[in-house]
């Protein structure tokens, strides 16, 4: 086995677990379209679906309630608004190879699986980069009633130029000044979330009052970025707006995790950077006088289940030999903001330079510490996004997952399937029962909201 995608697997078996009570959050990703995190996803013969099944509903609302008897947190989409031509400026490899694109809108779809469950977070990307917070604060509250108290908006700032085109916008903002309106934006939805009071809707309907007035106010908000009026015209929803999700590495990312964010969504395949990612971001948490137990914080994971470890590695390395070298340069160049055909195949990454590579540094390391070259960068990107493969039997993987979580001092795990229908299914109905044997898993939902899952007691 390659030892690159499975950097615990030696230590799995001989682990020392030191509190065997702390439970691990489980969310699942989604893409609306025809790939996740896997590029060969859409070509991979287990993906039994009809050509157009990634475009209905009834796949996702199927998705949502198979994780939602697993017992997970969330079912959480990412979202790119663009088809990238950062690879060679062209739109030709993006398209040829499907590199999260085509990509429908997932919020429509919350609402869909909401319908069909009762219990478990939904959650979708929404970017501040090129919508008014007015607008997001009405979206997200109406979603938090229609899901129960179970929204979850992942806030981010988009950082490719192409997104910044769709909208208009000739030059993509700087990073700094990104996040500087991101904060802005969010401080506006919260203050607009707090206009309307719990017990402003009074339903009088004898005296023919529907609303206390004084208990519903504007905010006449004005800052550097933003105005508004206010006051919302949507009623105080069951979490107060929506759960916050981060997923920011870089100092901007991080701050704002910590001000704000109730989860975080890391990328992060060696162990020891993931541990040394947590406990910034949890000692960041703790500076801002936040509860560090109230910001779940799950590292991204690719698991690859068989009925014995020769068919797990069996799996793997039919799934990876489906990803083709320039479709991982395509997906790599569009995350990154940065064109790889200007460099070589076999530069190593840790020794480059340009600004645009320095934010996805923690994902060139082999499991030794050397740099990979552009080119094997590339590949694992095309496989995975630099989440790492958890290859073997149920029991294997629960080992593996332990051994990552004890390391990291973990909160959890966001998994991505490699085909589906099928991964997500194989994942609840195998490794979900070992880890409750283990006692590192909930047995049973004990709250309603997202937040309640996200801060769930051990």
Known sequence: ??????????????????????????????????????????????????????????????????????????????????????????????LRYATQAPEHDPIPLLTMMAAVTKQIGLGA???????????????????????????????????????????????????????????????VCQQLWNSWDEDAVVMDRENAVFADASKVRRIEYEGRFYSSRGPLNVVHSPQNGPALIQAGTSPKG?????????????????????????????????????????????????????SSEAEALEKQEEHNSLVPIEGG?????????????????????????QPELQRSRRVYQKDNGDSMTVSEVAQRHGESVGLPQFVGTPSSIADQLEAFFEEVGGDGFMLSPIYCPGAIEEFVDLVVPELQRRGRFRTSYTGTTQRDHLRQDD
């Open 329 to 353: 340069m395509a997906i790599l160049s569009g995350h990154l903001n940065f064109d790889l055909s200007k460099l070589s195949p076999d530069d190593e990454m840790m020794n480059l330079t």
């Open 125 to 187: 990307t929404f970017s501040t980069s090129y919508q008014h917070p007015f607008y997001a604060a009405r979206l997200w509250a109406t979603l938090d009633h229609l899901t129960g108290g179970r929204a979850a908006w992942n806030v981010v700032t988009s950082l490719n130029q192409n997104q910044a085109s769709n909208y208009g916008q000739a030059v993509l903002d700087p990073s700094e000044l990104r996040y500087e309106k991101a904060h802005e934006f969010i401080e």
């Open 1 to 94: 086995m390659d030892g690159r995608h499975n950097p615990n697997i030696r230590a799995a078996k001989s682990i020392c677990v030191k509190n065997r009570k702390k439970k691990f959050h489980l969310a699942q990703f989604l893409v609306h379209g025809p790939t996740y995190h896997s590029l060969a996803m859409w070509r991979y013969p287990r993906t039994g679906w009809p050509d157009d099944s990634w475009r209905r509903p009834e796949l996702y609302q199927h998705i949502a309630q198979v994780c939602e008897r697993g017992l997970f947190d969330t079912v959480f989409f990412a979202d790119l608004n663009y088809v990238s031509d950062s690879y060679k400026g062209s739109l030709e490899p993006a």
């Open 254 to 306: 991080i701050d704002l995790a910590a001000k704000y964010a109730d989860a975080v969504f890391a990328i992060n395949p060696v162990a020891k950077g993931a541990a040394s990612y947590y406990a910034q971001v949890k000692n960041q948490i703790s500076d801002m006088g936040r509860n560090p137990d109230h910001c779940a914080i799950s590292f991204g994971a690719q698991p690859i289940i068989g």
